[in-house]
């Protein structure tokens, strides 16, 4: 069983940087993807970034390309997201996101992931 905890969620300034990260409290090692997904008050969730096992694969949703970084440490079973240049459409609740069933591909579609967190608050102010 995969349990997802992420943390570095908080207040920042437009232009300013955060890096979340995702830490699976069990401390499997197990061979999944890695997905970030975002929700935004009555919004739908969508997909940011995704990075696959060994991290050969990665892959960002247009809004986020040039401004966010997906990344992963296994040794240390902790996956990052580094954000920066962020903007007040940035502010949502961060999910992060393990595959199980597709470990080699940095999938964007939320059905393929098999294991969610309870996600971190991310306020962009202008």
């Known amino acids: 069983q995969v349990q997802l905890v992420e943390s570095g969620g908080g207040l920042v300034q437009a232009g300013g940087s955060l890096r979340l990260s995702c830490a699976d409290s069990q401390r499997t090692f197990g061979r999944y993807a890695i997905g970030w997904f975002r929700q935004a008050p009555g919004k739908e969730r969508e997909f940011v970034a995704a990075i696959s096992w060994r991290g050969g694969s990665r892959n960002y949703a247009d809004s986020v390309k040039g401004r966010f970084t997906i990344s992963r440490d296994n040794a240390k079973n902790t996956r990052y997201l580094q954000m920066n240049t962020l903007r007040p459409e940035d502010t949502a609740v961060y999910y992060c996101?393990?595959?199980?069933?597709?470990?080699?591909?940095?999938?964007?579609?939320?059905?393929?992931?098999?294991?969610w967190g309870q996600g971190t608050q991310v306020t962009v102010s202008s």
């Open positions: 996101a393990a595959s199980v069933q597709w470990p080699t591909r940095a999938t964007s579609q939320k059905h393929e992931y098999d294991y």
